[in-house]
């Protein structure tokens, strides 16, 4: 996935050397696939393609949100992991199919009996 993570911050310390930027306070990340997060502060090594918070994280998911203590962010944004308390709730999801009950195999004919005219007298 080649999406995009876009970052602001009321306050942050660049340092253009190590390519590494430390965010604190009204931290608001957005990708472009849809996702939103407010963070207290937020390391982000642009070499490594890491963002990483030791606080909270408060994330708004395209079908609901998610809490949590802390968040990594690694492998270029592929794996974003969430520890600490991390609680996530989901809009109503797609209501599964309603579960058919299995046809039942057909019944075999019932076994009828013809009638044989016979009368006691006959041999």
Known sequence: DQS????????????NKQQQLDLHKDIFLRTSTGYEARLNSAFVDMNKGTVS???RVDVKLTNGT???DRLRITEGGDVIRFEGNVVMHLDKLDEPAVAQPA?????????????QNRSANSR
């Open 66 to 68: 998610l809490t949590a």
């Open 4 to 15: 995009t993570l876009f970052l602001d911050a009321r306050t942050g310390r660049f340092d």
């Open 53 to 55: 918070s030791d606080e």
């Open 103 to 115: 046809s039942p195999e057909p019944a075999p004919p019932a076994k009828t009996r013809t009638p």
